[in-house]
């Protein structure tokens, strides 16, 4: 399922302090990334996953360079997804809790 660049903008920017310039300049790298990530997409599906290279005599089947290109969009992604401060919203955490009673042996 494709995720429209709006909807995930829109819910970054619902989850940072919109005051932080911080937070801000990476969610507008995070969604400058993703939209090139899609780019390297559309050239991978209008062109291949591999290239073929021809140097005189010799004939090369290579990766296409845009894979390369999106491992590394991929590795960027992470690192900036890893460093954003989300503000919590008042929810609790989602893991159950470690507690237990005498009542859960039997």
Request: aromatic share 4%.
């Amino acid at each position: 399922m494709a995720v429209a660049i709006s909807k995930l903008l829109k819910q970054l920017m619902s989850r940072i302090d919109n005051d932080d310039l911080v937070e801000v300049e990476k969610v507008e790298r995070y969604i400058s990334l993703v939209k090139l990530n899609k780019e390297l997409d559309k050239d991978i599906k209008r062109e291949g996953a591999t290239v073929v290279t021809e140097n005189g005599n010799q004939r090369f089947v290579k990766s296409h360079p845009a894979v390369n290109d999106k491992m590394k969009v991929n590795a960027q992604l992470l690192a900036i997804e890893k460093s954003f401060n989300f503000i919590s919203d008042g929810a609790p955490p989602s893991s159950e809790s470690d507690d237990y009673s005498e009542a859960d042996l039997i």
